[in-house]
């Protein structure tokens, strides 16, 4: 085991990735939810609160992934999730990581070819604030697949100032994103015939269509998780520093809600 913090080096941390295992020192304030901070696989701080929160949904503790035990029985599925991270999982338990745009093929907004309640687990990072609206859909179709009992474990970007979710395209119908004067711009038809153009899109990178949607806010986004029926929701704001888990900021953090086991 790994002492939290060596005193002798006030200001570094050490830890082991959770990833792959690795050791690293660095120093506390490098880490970022966005920055790889791992020397060997370049894990970020998102990436591995997001295996701590499930490590910690499914076991109750925090273990790197090479020590979740060997298990078929346990069964879940990723969104687009890190190959790095995707194929660790899937050496260990019944995972299989999924694409909206390639096969194994997943629209969580429209699950009607799945078997519901068979899912131990999904993982999602920020992906729902590109799923199109209403995004209540994909919390919905999440707690469909997942069996009594089992646990969503998603990030997105949020804010804590908002009380609401801030949707950027609310009557999105029939709509296409065009290049127009080297700039992208999305034209939609509305359902009742009305044509709109928007040009201050916001992209994130990734495959296909990674057009922001939204803005989550804390409290929409604990709406959302409510309102599909998710019970004990629990954001990971605690750190993990055994990990490299440290938050500086408040907000986007991996989160973790429950199916209740009556289903
Ligand atoms: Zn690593």
């Not at 994103?177 to 034209?187: F, G, S, T």
């Not at 938050?247 to 289903?263: D, E, N, T, V, Y």
């Amino acid at each position: 085991m790994l002492s939290e913090l060596n005193k002798s080096d006030i200001g570094l941390l050490t830890f082991q990735c959770n990833i792959c295992s690795t050791i690293n020192r660095v120093p506390v304030n490098s880490l970022n939810r966005e920055t790889p901070s791992c020397s060997k696989c370049a894990s970020t701080v998102r990436m591995r609160g997001m295996i701590h929160a499930l490590s910690v949904a499914l076991y109750q503790k925090s273990l790197p992934i090479n020590e979740f035990p060997l298990s078929s029985e346990i069964r879940g599925i990723g969104m687009s999730d890190w190959d790095t991270y995707a194929n660790a999982l899937a050496n260990r338990v019944s995972y299989v990581n999924t694409y909206y745009h390639k096969e194994p093929k997943l629209d969580i907004t429209d699950i009607k070819d799945r078997d519901e309640s068979t899912l131990d687990f999904i993982l999602t990072t920020d992906v729902f604030e590109h799923v199109l609206a209403p995004c209540s859909r994909a919390f919905e179709n999440s707690y469909k697949l997942l069996k009594p009992g089992g646990h969503l474990v998603m990030s997105v970007p949020y804010s804590l100032e908002n009380e609401d979710n801030q949707e950027h395209f609310s009557d999105l119908h029939d709509f296409k994103i065009v290049e127009k004067n080297n700039r992208r711009v999305l034209i939609n038809e509305t359902s009742t015939g009305n044509i709109q153009e928007y040009d201050n899109l916001i992209f994130h990178g990734g495959e296909g269509d990674t057009l922001e949607m939204r803005l989550f806010s804390e409290a929409g986004l604990i709406k959302n998780l409510k309102d599909a029926g998710f019970i004990d929701i629990q954001i990971m704001k605690e750190p993990c520093f055994e990990h490299g888990v440290y938050w500086r900021h408040s907000w986007s953090l991996p989160l973790i809600a429950r199916k209740s086991k009556l289903g």
